[in-house]
């Protein structure tokens, strides 16, 4: 996928777990959301592979994982992260509801609560990830 795609699907993923909220359809909302930061981080990452260049075999295995944490660390922002961490109380508080998601959430009921924390925390102007992540896409 070029990362233009990427950067595509993760806006349209969050716009459709707000639609998603917006009718009460709380665990699907917060479902579809995950995908989003996911998305991003994958951005990120194929900004950093040359297209006339054959990149590692296990690094692109890597990146086909779900697991945000370990996209974080092949998109290199590791070390952003964690200042921003450390700086930021409310940007690590939406990290860490952010990094709470999997796909396995597909399989659980979530709340209004839940899906409206976890929108928040991805999409806050001043603290949240997707904005935070958009800087490196």
Known sequence: MRRVDLQQLSLRKVESAFALAEQKHWSNAYYLAGYSIEMALKAVISKQISSDTIPDKTL?????????????????????HEKMVSEDSTFAANWSICSEWS???RYQERSSAEAHYLLTAMTEAEHGVLPWIKKYW
């Not at 086909?64 to 092949?74: A, K, M, R």
């Open 60 to 80: 692109i295995n890597k990146v086909y994982t779900h697991d945000i944490n370990q996209l974080l660390g092949l998109a290199g922002l590791k070390s952003d």
């Open 103 to 105: 796909p396995e959430s």
